[in-house]
């Protein structure tokens, strides 16, 4: 299991205080400084269910307003600008989702 976690973000450290108290094992990816690559993006939106325009966190400064639905232009976008990336993402073999 993987958690995609910002450390500033109150819901990913909410997130990764429940797998810790579920005593889950994971490994923790600080995605803004490990920022996935375009296919482990594209690899997780496939096990999400969700393009990346669904995902991408619209009040950020890099949010492109008026990007076609791309899929392969989003994902570039969201890997040159990690912080468009919806969090926590839990990921856990063929599945993953996005903690609330």
Same mark, same amino acid.
């Given at each position: 299991?993987?958690?995609?976690?910002?450390?500033?973000?109150?819901?990913?450290?909410?997130?990764?205080?429940? %797998?810790?108290?579920?005593?889950?094992?994971?490994?923790?990816?600080?995605?803004?400084?490990?920022?996935?690559?375009?296919?482990?993006?594209?690899?997780?939106?496939?096990? %999400?269910?969700?393009?990346?325009?669904?995902?991408?966190?619209?009040?950020?400064?890099?949010?492109?307003?008026? %990007?076609?639905?791309?899929?392969?232009?989003?994902?570039?976008?969201?890997?040159?600008?990690?912080?468009?990336?919806?969090?926590?993402?839990?990921?856990?073999?063929?599945?993953?989702?996005?903690?609330?």
């Amino acid at each position: 299991m993987e958690i995609w976690h910002n450390p500033r973000c109150s819901k990913s450290r909410a997130a990764k205080q429940r %797998l810790d108290e579920s005593g889950a094992e994971y490994t923790e990816r600080r995605y803004l400084d490990d920022v996935p690559t375009a296919d482990e993006l594209d690899e997780v939106l496939t096990k %999400l269910g969700k393009q990346p325009w669904e995902i991408a966190r619209t009040k950020e400064a890099a949010y492109p307003k008026g %990007l076609e639905h791309d899929r392969g232009k989003w994902i570039a976008h969201m890997v040159a600008n990690p912080s468009l990336i919806e969090r926590p993402i839990v990921i856990d073999g063929d599945e993953a989702r996005i903690e609330r």
